[in-house]
Every structure is written in C-alpha cells, then in structure tokens.
C-alpha cells in the first residue's frame, strides 16, 4: 500500500517521507506527554540540536559533492579546546580568529587530499579523525581546559546569550541553514556541487573544476565545525578534550535521515535540519517518556534504517532488494 | 635492478609493502627501545594486537565482499558485556567453574546474531552497508548500556579473568587463539568454495550473481562471521580486564579498518588478503608497543596512524594509477 | 538442414514489458542444433531483453520457452545454463582479480570435503578448455593479467564447461582484432558442426552474411520476420530493421568553406596517437573513420584539454594554443559532445534545463545569484530549435530518451556558441527517428558556419554526414578522402591498417 503510494506518487512523496515520519513522531510524543509540546521544551530541543545541526549543515554539502567527512568529530574536539585555551591567554577577539583560521587549515588539508589529490573521502577523513584527535590531546597535554572568568565574557553570549527572547545557537543554527540553503539552490556554486556529487566525469567535461569544488566543500564543513565549537565552548565554558568524540555519527545520521544520498547529487539543506531535529526530538521524547537515555540510539538505528530503505524502495520500485 | 625482480622474497614484498614496513619499525625498535627485543614482549605485542586483529580478519571479508562494518565495537562491547554478565547469573550459581561455558557460548551468539542482522537487512533492503552498520553502531551501542545500566560489570568468578594468563607450552592461550583465527580464516579465503566466492561477490558482483552465487546468504554469512570474530574479541579483552565496561570498543572499527585498508584490502572489493592484514594488524601493534617503550605519549600514535592510513592511500593511487587511462579528469 | 528435426531452443509468443514499455510483442524465435542464427535489430529493438529471456535473467510475461521439445521455465542464468543454454556476455562479466580457471567454473568451483576447493580438477578441466579454443595462456593466470581478447576467450570458455545445446554470443568482436575474429569463427564453426545451436547477435552486416544460416529480425519489440541467409542481401535485411529503405541521400548543395579554424599539426600523444595533422575549415564536418580504438576519441579528449599531447601543435582560429583543461579549450570556443552521454554527458538526477547550462552556470546570474529567466530563455531555445521532447525542464536527463538526451547534450553546447563543435559518436543507441535528425542537424550547423568535427564507427553516418572524411587505424591517420572520392572499400581498407603499398 505504502509503496503503491510512493510508487505512484513518485519522488514527490518520497522525498516527503521525512517531513511524513517527523508529524508521526510528533503527534505520538505529544500525545504521550503533556510537556512535549511546551514552548521551553521546543525551545531547548531546538537549542540543544544547534551543535550538530550546525556541523550537519557543513557535511550536507560535503556529502552532496559525493564525498563523507568522518574528521568533524575530531574536528570538533580541536576547534572547542583551542577557543577555550586561547580565550584566557589572548582574548576571545583574537581567539576566534585563530581558531578558525586554524579550523579552516584542517579543511584545507582534508580538502587538498580529497579534492585535489583524489583520495578515498572516507579512509582520509578517517585518517584524519585519528590525526586530529592526536593533536587535540598533544596540543591539550591531556587535560581538559577551561575559562577561568565564566560570567566576565562577551564570549559567553554565542552559547548563553539571547536574542529577541531566542537562544543565540538557534539564531545562528537557522540563521546558517538558511544562508547554505539559499547557496545551494540559487547560486552558481551549489549547481556546481550538485553537478560534481552527481557525475563527476561529466562535470569535468563540462568544464567544472571538480577539484576546487570538493575543495570548497570541505573549507565550508570545516567553517560550520567552527562555528560549532564557538557555540559549544561558550555554553560550556570549558572543553573535554575528546568532546566531539562519536558527533561525526549523530551528524551523518542526521543527514541521512534528511534523505541527502551518500552517492552524492543529491540532498537538501532544509532537510537536514528537519533530520537534525528528529534525532533531537526523538531523544527529547524518549526521556521525557522517561526511557533510558540511550534508547534514543536504538530508536535512531531503526530510523536511519527504515528511512533510507524506503528512500532505496521508491527508487528501485520494489521493497526488496531483488538480490537473491 | 634485474636481480631486485628475480628474488623471490623481494617480489613478494613488492606485493606486500605492508610487511616491509612491518620488518622496519621492528628493526627501529629493536635498536632503539630497550625492551622490545625480548621473547615477554614481542608475546605482549601478539597478545595486544589479537583484539583488534581478530575482528580485522572479518573486516577483510567483509570488505573483499564490498561491503564495511562499522558496528563491530559496540558487538564487542555487547558480547563482553554478555559474557560477564550471564557467569553470575542465578541458574548458573552451581556449575561452578561451567557457569564461563554458557556465558561465552551466548556472547557469541549474540555476535553472530548481530552480524545475521546486519546481514539480513544489507541483502533484503539494498541499503548501502555503510549506512546499515552506522546505524547499527549507534543501535547496539545504545543497546550495551541499556543492557548495562551505564555501569560497568566485574567478573566473579576468578578462572574467568584468570584464563587469559594461560600459556600452552611458551605460548600465551590469546596469541594461540589469534593464531588460530589466522590460519582459519585465511584457510577459509584462500582455500574453500566461500572464500573465493567472496573475490567474485566483491570483483564483480553482477558477474556473481549471473553464476548463481547466491549474494544475499553470501554476504550475510560473512557479516555474522565479523559479529563472531568482534564478539571472541569483546570476550578475550574482558578476561583480560577481568570486566566489561560499557564503553569497551569505542574507535575500534577506526583501528580495524586502519589495519585492513594497510594490509592492502580495497575499499571497493574484489581485492585483499589475511597475509595482508595480518601484517597491517602488527604493524600498528608494533607500533603502539614501540612508542609506549620508547615512552612516547599515546596521542603521537594516533597522529602517526592517521598520516599513514593517508600515506599508504596516497601511495596506492601513485602506484596504481590505471583506472582512468591518462584522462585528466 | 532437416527440417524433421526439434529445435534446440524455441521462443512463442514472448512477451514482456516493463513500466511504460512493451520491450517484446509476441516475438517467434527458434535455433536449431548445429545452426547459426543471427538476431538482429536496431538498439532497443528488444535484441538484449529478448537474449536476457533466453539466458533466464527475465521472466517473459507470456509466452513460451521450449528447449528440446520440453517447455522450461528458466528463473535465473543458472538454470538456463543448466538447460544448456549459455549466454557470452558483450560486456566482460570477469572478476579481474580471480584466475581465469576461477573465473570459467564461477558459481560451481568444484568441491572437496569442507568445503574446501578442488584445485587439481579445477585447473585440470579449464586447461583442457582453454586448449580446445586453442588459447596460448594457462587457466592459472590471473584475469586482470590478460589482453581483452583473452579474456573474451575466458568468457566463452564458460560457456563450454557443460554440454552446451544453445550458445548466444552477444557482440561478441566488438573488442577483437581482426586475427582474433578468425579465431572466434573457427571456435564457433566447431559448436556447430558439434550440434550445438549458435545465437549470434552482431551489428556488422559481413560476419553475420559470413557465419550464420538463417537471421532474424526484431524491430519496436516484435518480430519482423526471418530469412535464410543465402536467399537475401543486406538491402533486404536492413529494410526490415528499420521499417523502410535507409536514407543515405545528403544535400548536395555546393558548400562554401570559410577559413581554418582548427588546425592540428603532427600531434602525437604515445600509444594512443602519432603525428596527426588535420585541420577543419568554417563551415565543413570532417567525419573520423575508423575501429574502436584506433584513436579517435583519444584526439578529441586532447583537443578538448583531457589528455596533454608531448608534442604537436593546435591552431585555433590561426593562434597556437596550449589547452590545459577543458575549461582552457571551451575559453578558445572548442566543444566536445561526448561519446558516451550518461557517464560523460549528462548528470542524469539533474534536470534538463541545468544540465544544459552547466558549463555556462557562472555565467548565467543576476547579482550573485543564478539568473532562472536567462536559464530558461537558453533552455527553451534549444529545446525548441532542437526539437527536443520533454514535458517539463524540470524533468531529470536521466528519465529522457536516448535521443533527447543526445540532443540535450549537443543543446548544451550549442549554446556555448562553438567555433569548433566535436561530436564523439553521436547517435550511438539511440532509435533511427532522432538518428536522421541529428544528421540533418549536423549538415544544418556546418551550413550556419560551424566546423565540425564528427567521429563515428558507422560508415553510413560518416558519409552522410562528412564533406571530409580522415581514416584512422592504430593512432595513425592512414589517408584523407573527399566526399567525392570516397569508396566504401577504400574506407574499409584504410580503417583495416591496408594502404595501397601493404595491399599489393
């Protein structure tokens, strides 16, 4: 039935199918607890999501230029812990600039090996979320850092602060999604990151320079992990120095569960978001329905699967794969 | 130069970069750190590498087939989580010394079930299987600690944690079971129907399917042998710790594929060895073991690790460079 | 032949269709043991589906399949292969890095206990194989160590490790010298004087007028008819294959050339090309002629900056140039359609309008943001002066005809306002309609001032479409025709490495 319905329907329903599953997920959670629905409760969610939501947008666009960034974790971790060290030793307006500076030299070097010289997406950037993670820990000496004047700091505004009653990580999370979504659907540089993900070969042949487009695509992931841990240090005020451990998963998942493809071409920025906020809305859900803080990772792993195989189902016209 | 062709061990070092490397840093290290050369360390280094290098040896089939698991560190951390938990249970309070018996039997089972479902759901849905084990990762993860309560368990029973200070003859039982798994598993590649149908599922997988190599059962088989191998993993690394914590395994599919993506097996299937993998597993096993002597922080070998994962891809497409005929693409 | 006998293989009624497609209408077929039947068609006349229903890898909607007077039913290549029907694939169906024996028992390697497999036997019986077809290399090999060839000769060598009663070789010299051919005759002319009953699909009018005893033809998905080979001629053949006589005619209005804009001297790229010189005056099409893989497309890939020539020299419009990418060479006015659209033409998720100005997307803004009208004015353009058929520009290439993505493909680089146009094959698999529209437009754009440069495997489209024709064979230019001088077998002996000091 469903399927007669995505067959018929074609991609227009399937690419609803997130925005399907998300009204589900919300009328049962609502249903089930009186609080869901709370303006705070949607107000914290939307807050808590910003870090990954942020960093999901970056990988979105990676991932549409056909490649994976599996280093934003590590990169995370090292972005968090530099702004923090740096914040009390040369001040948070010099401090940001560095570490972005510093943020967009791993992009680079995840863009050079990727983009330019042609390496496997996946085994470099698990290189180097092993590379990077060792520098956090060298650089860090094992220790965690902190801010000693938590309350003094202007710095504290991008994670604490408010604006027109909004928490500052959700104005900057939707505020980036909407600047990357205008990017990638009316500008010439999203055509072109559609156009490499989608057929390398013929990009080439089109005269699009692939290899400064991939390029591209990792500086802007590694800005948003930038700007990720700008809103994570200054929440937090401090930083473990393996604090992004595992986000490069929550991230994907998110991605994927937007229905971008891993083969790259294909995938939108606004359904990312929509995926960030499942996963967040899933987990909020399930702890206010007082599970197990972890159940949210087996409810995720049922998502990611069901989404994605619908996804491959409408797509081939048959739920099973024909394999036999 | 003739001769660097015509001698057979350099031909096969040629085809196997890996285990020059591997003969190498050991040579470094054995002029370099005091304790490296000796019969109690190089057993250390088999007895560390076995964890990793047991589920390397799935890894390899999985990947040949085309496939990837990404889910391995959490099984290993549910079947060790199993296999503590279930010796106290109160049915088995009176076997004694048994009570280790069923409770190993069903972390492996558990593994295998794991593998079977990761297995299933690549065959049936079509889904990518990078995807199915992310999933799955997260799944079984968040499984272990619901299963755990977030705590960790000790083993009660003393022979538990003692086993794995047992030796046969000079031999410690982990390198000896490792041992095993290595000339298993490369006997069953190398040597059995199943084994070279994995080459063919994976080099060419329609081709497999038009010879009626069936591809779904085929590639679930070795998902469930990974789960196997990630399990005996998960249960040999908590006799040694003599506990199962939740967090057991973490970056451990990160180590394995390292070892496996050194060891000369592509990404893309069809190609890939154990002798490879094996010395890909040593290579990181020396590598931790020499640093750690040489007292070099721990967080050097993950910088070092990195750059040689990326080293070695580098090299492999420098060196290999057909597949687009000279076209600047 | 005796009539009296069972064929080894019949076909009635076969039909099968996919969404939106009847892909075969009732289609007859029938082989008999020790005969060599052709099958012949257009593409997308149902050739491959109807060979994919022989070799069980589709199940036809209706109809029958009867193999020696039983009707089977065959749900997968290994019971069709268990029935004796074995099918040798066009594409190379190898596993590259197993060894050849591997390769032609896949799928049943001979067993020991546990599984374990039997070497000896394994080795033994492909070596006696690959004897049988007289091949020079043993099975132990590995696959990816071969030359094409052999590795054909891997493929076919499957196709004897059961009693084969049909056999279907599908394209099986598209990638076969021409002493190679011989042999793969001589292999086939045994099969059948064993019984064995052939399939044999081709293109190429002279194998099938040399091998086979009966042809039949499929056009739209039904069956148009069969003939014996020695009662008929190609005229006839062709005819039922495409409906009606082929229109060979060309405008022959007296054509003005304008001066060189391409120039090409002594350009030499090793192994692929050597000291090829050429040039393209405004307003001319110069057809390449010649074998796949003579070298044709490899000069259009260094024109169009893909490959980097070690030496030689390119004139563009009187100027050398040095063209380092393709961006450098669409700058000096060059465009390349290319040979094969779906992997180098097309991004086939992508709609049709962006496909069309892809290589132009940077240009086409209003502020920093893309322009959707100057998009849309370039699209509807091309597709109205292309003809292209398509409901909507937001329709992805990927869902669109052959033909319509040929012509979308070629839309897009019209609209770059070429000065050097290079079509690189450009009606291969796509339906005869849109085939003798793209001639005409080809003519039409030479007409308008264009120079164009067509490379073509077919003989008739070169000399339809060619004021010049330039033979190639081995990376060589072997000899320049004019339109008017051209002979068919002059064409054939400069293409097949003959030149006139060689033939005598």
């Known amino acids: 039935?469903?399927?007669?319905?995505?067959?018929?329907?074609?991609?227009?329903?399937?690419?609803?199918?997130?925005?399907?599953?998300?009204?589900?997920?919300?009328?049962?959670?609502?249903?089930?607890?009186?609080?869901?629905?709370?303006?705070?409760?949607?107000?914290?969610?939307?807050?808590?999501?910003?870090?990954?939501?942020?960093?999901?947008?970056?990988?979105?666009?990676?991932?549409?230029?056909?490649?994976?960034?599996?280093?934003?974790?590590?990169?995370?971790?090292?972005?968090?812990?530099?702004?923090?060290?740096?914040?009390?030793?040369?001040?948070?307006?010099?401090?940001?600039?560095?570490?972005?500076?510093?943020?967009?030299?791993?992009?680079?070097?995840?863009?050079?090996?990727?983009?330019?010289?042609?390496?496997?997406?996946?085994?470099?950037?698990?290189?180097?979320?092993?590379?990077?993670?060792?520098?956090?820990?060298?650089?860090?000496?094992?220790?965690?850092?902190?801010?000693?004047?938590?309350?003094?700091?202007?710095?504290?505004?991008?994670?604490?602060?408010?604006?027109?009653?909004?928490?500052?990580?959700?104005?900057?999370?939707?505020?980036?999604?909407?600047?990357?979504?205008?990017?990638?659907?009316?500008?010439?540089?999203?055509?072109?990151?559609?156009?490499?993900?989608?057929?390398?070969?013929?990009?080439?042949?089109?005269?699009?320079?692939?290899?400064?487009?991939?390029?591209?695509?990792?500086?802007?992931?590694?800005?948003?992990?930038?700007?990720?841990?700008?809103?994570?240090?200054?929440?937090?005020?401090?930083?473990?120095?393996?604090?992004?451990?595992?986000?490069?998963?929550?991230?994907?998942?998110?991605?994927?569960l937007g229905g971008t493809s891993l083969l790259g071409g294909s995938g939108s920025i606004l359904r990312t978001v929509l995926g960030v906020l499942m996963l967040a809305f899933i987990q909020n859900g399930l702890i206010l329905m007082g599970q197990p803080y972890y159940t949210q990772w087996l409810v995720t792993w049922v998502v990611i699967i069901v989404a994605v195989w619908l996804d491959v189902a409408a797509k081939r016209g048959r739920l099973f794969s024909p394999i036999a | 130069m003739a001769y660097f062709y015509q001698n057979p061990l350099l031909r096969w070092l040629m085809r196997n970069p890996i285990w020059g490397f591997v003969l190498i840093i050991f040579i470094f290290f054995s002029l370099s750190a005091d304790h490296f050369f000796s019969e109690r360390n190089l057993m250390n280094i088999v007895v560390q590498t076995s964890t990793i290098g047991l589920i390397a040896l799935g890894m390899t089939l999985v990947m040949i087939n085309g496939n990837i698991d990404l889910s391995v560190g959490a099984t290993l951390a549910l079947a060790a989580a199993f296999a503590v938990d279930v010796q106290s249970w109160a049915a088995f309070s009176t076997w004694g010394n048994w009570q280790i018996l069923p409770a190993v039997c069903l972390a492996l089972l558990v593994g295998i079930l794991m593998g079977a479902i990761n297995g299933f759901i690549v065959w049936k849905t079509g889904v990518d299987a990078f995807i199915v084990t992310l999933g799955a990762m997260l799944g079984i993860r968040g499984l272990v600690f619901v299963y755990t309560g977030e705590q960790s368990f000790y083993a009660m029973n003393f022979a538990y944690s003692d086993f794995s200070f047992m030796t046969i003859g000079p031999f410690p039982v982990l390198a000896v079971i490792f041992g095993i798994a290595v000339l298993a598993v490369h006997w069953l590649l190398s040597r059995t129907v199943h084994g070279r149908n994995t080459y063919a599922v994976g080099g060419n997988r329609e081709a497999a399917v038009n010879a009626g190599i069936r591809v779904g059962p085929h590639m679930m088989i070795n998902f469930m042998l990974i789960g196997f191998l990630a399990a005996l993993s998960g249960v040999l690394l908590s006799t040694q710790m003599g506990a199962a914590t939740p967090n057991l395994g973490r970056d451990y599919e990160l180590w394995v594929i390292t070892a496996v993506v050194l060891g000369g097996t592509k990404l893309t299937g069809g190609k890939g060895d154990i002798i490879g993998t094996l010395g890909g597993v040593l290579a990181i096993g020396i590598l931790r073991n020499g640093m750690n002597l040489m007292q070099v922080p721990a967080f050097y070998v993950y910088v070092i690790l990195g750059s040689i994962l990326i080293a070695v891809l580098f090299l492999d497409k420098r060196f290999n460079r057909t597949a687009d005929g000279g076209l600047r693409l | 032949m005796n009539v009296n006998r069972e064929p080894a293989l019949r076909l009635q009624g076969i039909v099968k269709t996919f969404p939106g497609v009847r892909a075969l209408d009732g289609v007859d077929f029938e082989v008999m043991p020790g005969e060599v039947h052709a099958l012949l068609g257009e593409n997308g006349a149902g050739k491959s589906t109807l060979m994919k229903v022989l070799a069980g890898m589709y199940q036809p909607d209706e109809g029958q399949i009867i193999i020696a007077g039983q009707k089977v039913r065959m749900t997968t290549p290994i019971e069709a292969k268990a029935q004796g029907v074995i099918l040798i694939h066009q594409e190379l169906s190898l596993v590259p890095e197993m060894s050849a024996a591997e390769n032609i028992y896949l799928g049943e390697l001979p067993r020991k206990s546990l599984g374990r497999v039997d070497w000896k036997t394994l080795e033994a019986r492909s070596n006696a194989i690959l004897k049988r077809l007289r091949c020079n290399f043993r099975a132990e090999v590995t696959v990816a160590n071969l030359s094409i060839a052999n590795q054909q000769m891997v493929e076919i060598a499957r196709a004897l490790t059961v009693d084969a009663r049909v056999v279907i070789f599908d394209e099986p010299t598209a990638s076969l010298t021409d002493a190679e051919k011989v042999v793969l005759f001589d292999i086939i002319n045994d099969l059948k004087a064993q019984g064995v009953g052939i399939v044999y699909i081709s293109h190429r009018m002279d194998e099938i007028f040399t091998l086979s005893d009966r042809i039949t033809v499929l056009r739209d998905g039904g069956y148009r008819g069969t003939l014996n080979t020695a009662d008929t001629n190609e005229d006839e053949v062709t005819r039922l294959m495409i409906g009606r006589s082929l229109d060979l005619s060309r405008d022959e209005a007296a054509r003005e050339f304008g001066k060189t804009m391409l120039d090409v001297r002594n350009l030499?790229?090793?192994?692929?090309?050597?000291?090829?010189?050429?040039?393209?005056?405004?307003?001319?099409?110069?057809?390449?002629?010649?074998?796949?893989?003579?070298?044709?497309?490899?000069?259009?890939?260094?024109?169009?900056?893909?490959?980097?020539?070690?030496?030689?020299?390119?004139?563009?419009?009187?100027?050398?140039?040095?063209?380092?990418?393709?961006?450098?060479?669409?700058?000096?006015?060059?465009?390349?359609?290319?040979?094969?659209?779906?992997?180098?033409?097309?991004?086939?998720?992508?709609?049709?309008?962006?496909?069309?100005?892809?290589?132009?997307?940077?240009?086409?803004?209003?502020?920093?943001?893309?322009?959707?009208?100057?998009?849309?004015?370039?699209?509807?353009?091309?597709?109205?002066?292309?003809?292209?058929?398509?409901?909507?520009?937001?329709?992805?290439?990927?869902?669109?005809?052959?033909?319509?993505?040929?012509?979308?493909?070629?839309?897009?680089?019209?609209?770059?306002?070429?000065?050097?146009?290079?079509?690189?094959?450009?009606?291969?698999?796509?339906?005869?309609?849109?085939?003798?529209?793209?001639?005409?437009?080809?003519?039409?754009?030479?007409?308008?001032?264009?120079?164009?440069?067509?490379?073509?495997?077919?003989?008739?489209?070169?000399?339809?479409?060619?004021?010049?024709?330039?033979?190639?064979?081995?990376?060589r230019i072997m000899r320049e025709f004019s339109i008017d001088e051209v002979t068919e077998d002059s064409l054939v002996q400069a293409i097949s490495g003959i030149t006139s000091d060689t033939a005598a």
């Open chain 1, 1 to 256: 039935m469903l399927l007669a319905r995505l067959k018929a329907g074609g991609p227009a329903i399937a690419k609803q199918g997130i925005l399907v599953a998300f009204i589900v997920f919300m009328i049962t959670f609502s249903l089930m607890s009186d609080r869901f629905l709370s303006a705070d409760n949607i107000m914290s969610v939307f807050r808590q999501s910003a870090i990954i939501g942020v960093m999901a947008l970056g990988v979105t666009i990676v991932v549409i230029g056909g490649n994976l960034d599996l280093s934003v974790g590590s990169m995370l971790s090292f972005a968090t812990v530099l702004v923090v060290d740096l914040h009390d030793k040369i001040g948070p307006e010099l401090a940001i600039p560095v570490m972005v500076l510093a943020t967009l030299c791993l992009g680079a070097i995840n863009g050079f090996l990727i983009g330019i010289l042609r390496l496997n997406s996946l085994i470099v950037t698990l290189g180097m979320l092993s590379a990077i993670q060792g520098l956090v820990l060298i650089y860090s000496g094992g220790q965690n850092v902190d801010i000693v004047d938590q309350t003094g700091t202007w710095f504290a505004i991008f994670g604490r602060g408010a604006m027109f009653g909004i928490a500052t990580p959700i104005i900057i999370f939707l505020g980036l999604a909407l600047v990357f979504h205008v990017i990638m659907t009316t500008m010439p540089f999203g055509r072109r990151v559609h156009a490499v993900g989608g057929n390398p070969t013929a990009s080439i042949f089109s005269g699009i320079p692939r290899s400064r487009v991939v390029f591209m695509t990792y500086l802007i992931s590694a800005l948003c992990v930038a700007i990720a841990a700008i809103i994570l240090g200054s929440r937090v005020m401090g930083s473990q120095n393996n604090v992004g451990l595992g986000y490069e998963l929550q991230v994907l998942a998110a991605v994927i």
């Open chain 3, 268 to 475: 030499t790229c090793p192994g692929l090309f050597e000291n090829v010189s050429f040039s393209v005056r405004a307003g001319e099409v110069v057809g390449f002629y010649g074998l796949v893989g003579a070298g044709r497309t490899e000069i259009a890939e260094t024109l169009f900056g893909l490959r980097k020539p070690t030496s030689g020299e390119i004139l563009v419009d009187g100027e050398t140039v040095e063209i380092g990418s393709p961006r450098a060479a669409i700058a000096m006015g060059i465009s390349l359609v290319p040979e094969n659209r779906k992997e180098q033409g097309l991004v086939l998720q992508m709609n049709c309008r962006d496909n069309m100005t892809l290589p132009q997307v940077q240009d086409l803004t209003a502020g920093p943001f893309l322009s959707q009208g100057a998009e849309l004015a370039i699209f509807d353009q091309y597709r109205d002066r292309l003809a292209i058929k398509t409901p909507s520009w937001r329709q992805s290439a990927g869902v669109l005809s052959g033909g319509n993505q040929q012509k979308i493909v070629i839309g897009k680089w019209l609209s770059m306002q070429p000065r050097v146009l290079i079509v690189d094959e450009p009606t291969r698999g796509i339906d005869v309609g849109s085939k003798s529209e793209i001639h005409q437009l080809l003519r039409e754009l030479a007409a308008q001032g264009y120079a164009v440069i067509v490379i073509s495997s077919e003989m008739p489209e070169v000399l339809r479409v060619s004021d010049r024709i330039v033979a190639m064979y081995h990376g």
